[in-house]
């Protein structure tokens, strides 16, 4: 029989996510939905940043995947290119819980993207355009005059640009943590043999 009961049970880890997330953002102070993005550049050395997750996909079949957005030149969408894979951390200290996922991962270029991207504001938009991410730059100067110019030729509905899109990371793992008195937390594994969980999950409890 199983113990996961609380705020651990469900048999859908993206829908189980999603209400993890809803109670974080009347909790948390600031970006609820930021996560700490890992990758690995081409010698195997780790990179991680902070990006905003946009979207938890949930297919109703207890498959799913996790969205970010970015810049398809940039450091992190490079070195996910190169490997296929990426993990990310969701952690709120208001709740004391976290979620870790690992996973492969695939571009959202199509008209998913460009809703989103119209969603953003128009200086959001503009700065998409002009920012060359991860890429030496001269100086601030030079970056508010490229988005002078970007701003004269592209108006004021610019489109999304063909080098920014999303990333939709379907995961293998997903781990639900929750902090326990005494340090004895409470941790569910789970996973499955098809990338986003198509194939059903095995669900594992861990040792704190």
């Not at 609380?6 to 109670?23: H, I, S, V």
């Not at 030149?73 to 990426?86: N, Y």
């Not at 270029?109 to 938009?125: I, M, N, P, V």
């Amino acid at each position: 029989m199983s113990d996961r009961t609380g705020p651990f049970a469900g048999d859908d880890p993206f829908k189980l996510a999603r209400a993890w997330l809803r109670e974080a953002e009347a909790t948390e102070p600031n970006d609820p939905t930021a996560i700490a993005l890992a990758t690995v550049d081409a010698d195997g050395l780790p990179n991680a940043r902070m990006v905003l997750l946009k979207e938890i996909e949930a297919y109703g079949d207890a498959s799913g995947a996790f969205v970010f957005y970015t810049n398809y030149e940039s450091a992190k969408a490079r070195e996910i290119e190169a490997t296929g894979k990426a993990a990310f951390v969701l952690h709120w200290k208001s709740l004391r819980r976290q979620i870790r996922v690992r996973g492969m991962t695939e571009k959202e270029e199509g008209e998913q993207a460009d809703a989103y991207f119209a969603t953003r504001s128009l200086k959001s938009r503009l700065g998409a355009w002009a920012s060359a991410q991860s890429r030496p730059l001269a100086s601030r100067t030079a970056l508010m005059a490229e988005v002078a110019r970007i701003t004269a030729t592209k108006g004021t509905n610019p489109p999304r640009p063909p080098f920014w899109g999303g990333i939709r990371i379907r995961p293998v793992e997903i781990e639900f943590w929750a902090d326990g008195a005494y340090r004895l937390h409470d941790r569910f594994r789970w996973t499955t043999r098809a990338p986003g969980g198509a194939g059903g999950w095995d669900v594992l409890r861990l040792s704190p």
